[in-house]
Structures are given as C-alpha cells and as structure tokens.
C-alpha cells in the first residue's frame, strides 16, 4: 500500500468494519487542534457522527404557492411507497409532522434499522461502492452502476449482499473481483441486486442495487420532490429566518449558490422587493442559482438569466429587458485603455516597418513607403479581426447563459430598490458585473465558502490546519465586501457549514474588532444550537449571541455556524 493510503483520514480494522463502529480519523494536529477547542469527547462524538447521516429529513415548504396541512399530505402521499415497503418487513412507518416553530417546516423520522449483523454481513457476497456513492446511500438513495468499483463473481441478480466501501477508493480498479480485495472495507448494509454482474460493469448508468437495508438506519428516498417542496438541512433553513429581511428590502445573498436561501429569503419576504443572488463560480451560478429561480419562479430573485428565459421574456414582451455588452458599459473601442494598447500595437508595426525598409535599404533595394495607420483605425481593424476570431465566438456562446441583471424598461415597472442600483451604474454586461455602491443593501447573507467539516455523512476529511487557516484568511474577503455593501443600521447573518472556531468564533472576532458592526441577539424561539466556544476570542456575552452546532444538539442535524451582526454606522 502506498504512503497516499496509509496516511488515508479513515482507518478499518482487519479489514473490516461496521458503520456503527466507525470514526473519522484526523491528522494528529488536526485532531490536537479540535480536541483543545471542542473537548475530547465532543470531539469523539462528531467523528462518529460524521460518518452518519441526520437521522431527521428536513423539508421546507412553499408556503407562497401551498398551505401547510396540504404540504404535509402531500409528504404524506410521497412516502406512500417507502411505508408499503416497511410494512412488509414488520417495521413502523415514518409519520412526518410539521415542526412548532418553523410554520414551512416538515420533519420526516427514520425508519428503525432491521439490516443483519456485521457479522452476519461478512459471509454474503461483496459489492464494493465509491466513497461519494456511499455517503449519497446513507442518506437514503439507492445504488447506480456509476458508483459500484468491485462486485463478488459468485453474485447473481435478484441476491441478497453486503454492501461495503472502498476505504482507499483508488486501490481497487473498477471491474475486480470484490472478493479477492484484501483492503479496508467499511459495511454499510445489505442490498438486493437489480443486474447481474457483467450488466452493471458493462452499463454507463441504470439502478443496479436497492431494497437498501443500513446498519444505521433507514432514510426514505426523496431525489425528485415537486416544486412546492424543498430538501434542506435544519441549520442552514434558520440562518435565513435569523436574518429575518422585511418586505419590499433590498438583500443580498453573497454566495447563493445552491440557492436554497436565496429562494427562502424570497418566500419570507412574501416575495416582495429585491433579493440578489451572486456566487464567486459562474458555473454554480448558471447551474444552480438558474434552476433554482425556474423552480419557484419568485420575481423579487434577480442577478440570473439564460438566453433562452430572455427570448422567452422577450417574446412575452415583458417589461424587463437585459442590456446589450456595451450598452451601459459603453463601446469598448472608446475605452482609454483599449485606445492605449493600440496605439502601442501601431507604434510597434511602424518600428517593424522602419526596420525592414533599413534592411532593404542596405542590401540596395528600393525602400517601400510605409503605412502609416491612425490609432483609431488600427483599433478597429483589432476589434473586427477579435469579433471573428475562434476564442472570441466561443466567449459569446458562453456568455449567453453566464450572470446577468435585469434592467428596467418602463419606469416604476421594477421594485425601487433595483432601480436605484442601476441609476448608480449598476449595468448587465453580461457576467462583468462592476460591482455595487457601498451601503445599498439593507440586509446581506454571506455563507462564504468553508472548510465543509459540517456536511454529513462523510466518510473521509482530508484537511491539514494550514487550510483552515487558508479557509479563515479567505473568507476575510467576503466580510470585508459583505460589510460595505450593507447600510447604516442594515443586518448581516455569517454563517458556515463547520464546526472549526477559525473559521467561526475567530471570525465573528475579527468582524467585530476591525468593522462598525455589533452582535444581535438571536430570537429565543429559533435558538436549537450550543453557544460560541470559549477562549476563541468572544467575551461570554458574545458567545451567548451566536449559535453552533456540533451535531450532539437535540436536533442531531449537520455541523454549523449562525451570527446576526447590525451596522452601527
């Protein structure tokens, strides 16, 4: 075995293990920092947690296009075909409720675990699955052929078999015998194939194992939920209830991406005002952000557009238009920086020019006159010979489904808030966007991006402090903008996906020794989470004001962080 793979963040023993015995393993320093901070056995209890799914689905609700009690049915009725399945094996079904403090959210159970022993796991035939497949399983999905590596040679389809992890995941090459794989195997559970072996290896996609038994217990699969409903983990649907942004606001989301608050902050806004959404990846943005606005379809989302849902605008003719590449930026040709790098191409020709007619010159020929070519027209053969070129069509195609804002049309047609960003020079060029005018938004999400030590189930966490401290440091950036965008008086929510006080505490310190911001206290009703940690920079009364979730609270969710900031001035 390689050192890559002795030094993996996961350790089996004697090849195997169960799910329920297993722990994320750290780097020792890694593993030193957090056991300072958290405590050892806090510590202990988040890497076994880790490794497992939230026994709790959380749901949120549209409750801008349908009621609670029909939501609830509705989830009812999804669940219909997993609670016949538990039915049949003797087992109670999931009841989902709605929850008592949060009117859009719906709290799906687990189903209790009736998976056989590890031991009794062991003597059935091996199939072998990826690390990703296998954290997407523990949280209720079946088995595609893209995640299985390895499957045992005796199995045939329609049988009953352990399914179990590739700890080293590059170790074992996709198509082997499972049962000769001497590696560190991590049992998940048992499963029923749906093809036979040669089938899932020769076949790029299709479901190939489910009837998905797991040691922990079992989720109830819920990929494709109509567009009233949405997938979403506890913490991260408070963070946009703790921000709490009135009707008719000017918000900001900063890192949108996947969109889920973006969308939630909408829906408590009663879809009314301006709620912007931007991420730092245009891909995210385009993917994710896109989807998300089509889903519900609010119109107070703005910041994302597709040339398709602008012909579409277009052909409705909707009081929105995008503006043209240049229309509000102004022709490029005009700009005195493009006008000073042709001038100094046209400097560089007639040098070129004088050189060769010195060189014919001396080799007795007659000198050619040279083609003297003004700064503008050289500009504009530049620019014809761009717009022409392979790159530049390639950019232009991309660039039809990148970032985008909506401009008014008619006036008082647009919410007043987006019409005062673009009578501030805010314009559509498409994904250049400038940037905004200091102190415009009333109020602003950042989630920024993070060391993601929250997320759950994952079975491996590959981080040394020097990225923790990379991950700190970055996020600075996104505070330093998400406070100068916010207004006098405006609320700002920071929020991550982990628990690392770096990341957390030390951050709300720094926000607070460096920016005009003071820490809010959080409403009562919405408190499920622990207090900040201690000697992290925050005196007792700030660790009071802020939330963490370490997984070990009552509501068992995933890793996070929530803290609500005013600007004083």
């Not at 009794?120 to 990826?130: E, G, N, Q, R, W």
């Not at 997407?136 to 045992?152: E, N």
């Amino acid at each position: 075995m390689s050192e890559e793979q002795k030094s993996a963040t996961v350790r089996a023993v004697d090849g195997y293990i169960g799910l329920n015995d297993f722990a994320v393993h750290f780097e020792d320093d890694v593993a030193a920092y957090f056991t300072k901070h958290l405590g050892e056995k806090e510590f202990s209890s988040i890497c076994k947690l880790s490794c497992q799914a939230p026994p709790y689905t959380s749901i949120r609700i549209n409750l801008l296009s349908i009621s609670r009690e029909d939501a609830l049915e509705l989830v009812k009725s999804l669940l219909a075909p997993f609670n016949e399945m538990l039915k049949k094996e003797g087992r109670d079904p999931v009841v989902p409720y709605l929850h008592k403090t949060i009117s859009e959210l719906i709290i799906i159970p687990p189903a209790k675990s009736i998976c056989p022993s590890v031991d009794d796991l062991k003597s059935m035939p091996l199939v072998l699955i990826d690390r990703m497949c296998a954290e997407s399983v523990l949280r209720g999905s079946d088995i595609f052929v893209k995640g299985v590596r390895a499957v045992d040679k005796t199995c045939t389809k329609g049988q009953k078999v352990c399914v179990a992890v590739d700890l080293c995941n590059n170790d074992l090459p996709r198509g082997s015998d499972a049962s000769l794989f001497i590696g560190s195997n991590l049992i998940i559970g048992e499963a029923v194939l749906q093809m036979t072996r040669s089938e899932i290896m020769s076949s790029e996609s299709g479901l190939c194992l489910d009837q998905i038994h797991r040691l922990s217990f079992d989720l109830p699969p819920l990929q494709q939920l109509p567009d009233c409903l949405l997938m979403q983990n506890f913490p991260s649907l408070l963070t946009s209830r703790v921000l709490n942004p009135a009707p008719k606001s000017c918000v900001l989301d900063c890192c949108a991406a996947p969109g889920n608050k973006w969308s939630h902050l909408c829906m408590l806004m009663q879809d009314q005002g301006l709620i912007v959404g931007m991420d730092r990846s245009r891909k995210k943005a385009i993917d994710n952000l896109f989807a998300i606005k089509k889903k519900f379809g609010y119109v107070s989302l703005q910041g994302v557009m597709e040339a398709a849902e602008e012909e579409r605008l277009r052909a409705e003719g909707a009081a929105y238009r995008l503006q043209e590449c240049g229309e509000a930026a102004g022709d490029p040709t005009q700009s005195k920086s493009f006008m000073k790098k042709m001038a100094r191409i046209q400097r560089q020709k007639e040098r070129k020019q004088r050189e060769h007619q010195q060189k014919r010159a001396a080799e007795g020929e007659t000198p050619m006159a040279v083609k003297r070519v003004s700064v503008e027209e050289q500009a504009a053969l530049t620019l014809e010979r761009y717009k022409h070129s392979k790159k530049t069509l390639l950019k232009e195609e991309k660039n039809t489904q990148e970032l985008c804002l909506l401009s008014p049309v008619a006036e008082g047609v647009a919410p007043a808030p987006l019409v005062n960003l673009l009578n501030a020079g805010v314009h559509a060029k498409t994904a250049k966007i400038p940037g905004y005018p200091r102190e415009v938004f009333d109020f602003v999400l950042l989630d920024p991006p993070c060391s993601a030590l929250g997320l759950r189930p994952r079975l491996s966490h590959q981080v040394s402090m020097e990225e923790l401290y990379g991950y700190r440091n970055y996020q600075r950036q996104f505070i330093d903008v998400a406070v100068q965008l916010l207004r006098a008086g405006g609320v700002l929510v920071y929020s991550t996906c982990t628990y690392d006080p770096l990341e957390n505490e030390e951050n709300v310190a720094f926000i607070l020794r460096n920016y005009p911001m003071e820490l809010m206290t959080q409403d009562e009703a919405l408190r499920f989470g622990k207090e900040g940690l201690k000697d992290c920079g925050l005196t007792d009364e700030e660790r009071s004001k802020v939330q963490r979730f370490n997984m070990t609270e009552e509501c068992n969710s995933i890793g996070f962080f929530i803290s609500c900031f005013r600007k004083t001035h």
